[in-house]
Nanobody, 129 residues
Framework: QVQLLESGGGSVQPGGSLRLSCEAS????????MAWFRQAPGKEREGVAA????????????YYTTSVMGRFTISREKANDTIYLQMDRLKPEDTAIYYC??????????????????WGQGTQVTVSS
């Protein structure tokens, strides 16, 4: 089994920054896609960003939904299955529960269309003045 542990949520004013972390443990895969999803009250869950396990070795980046491009950065440590989501210039509409997810295989720009087998418990991000 794969376990995902998220941390780093909290409350911040508009324009502020937060950094989320997600560490995967257990029987992880040789090649995997790790991603962040979010769900705001009354809205459907949406994919935020994703990164492939091979990206750090290639110096490659991740994939993003349009609304966070240029504000959020997903990164991944080479040594272990830990990803980060640096969120800058946060807006009230970024308020949501953020979930870490993992599946075997690779990532693409349409990462959110493929099912993810493993999910974290979620961490709350609130952007409010």
């Amino acid at each position: 089994q794969v376990q995902l542990l998220e941390s780093g949520g909290g409350s911040v004013q508009p324009g502020g920054s937060l950094r989320l972390s997600c560490e995967a443990s257990g029987n992880t895969y040789g090649s995997d896609c790790m991603a962040w999803f979010r769900q705001a009250p009354g809205k459907e869950r949406e994919g935020v960003a994703a990164i492939w396990s091979g990206a750090p070795k290639l110096g490659a980046g991740g994939y993003y939904t349009t609304s966070v491009m240029g504000r959020f950065t997903i990164s991944r440590e080479k040594a272990n299955d830990t990803i980060y989501l640096q969120m800058d210039r946060l807006k009230p509409e970024d308020t949501a529960i953020y979930y870490c997810a993992l599946r075997s295989g690779t990532c693409g720009s349409l990462f959110y269309r493929d099912p993810f087998a493993h999910w974290g418990q979620g961490t709350q991000v609130t952007v409010s003045s």
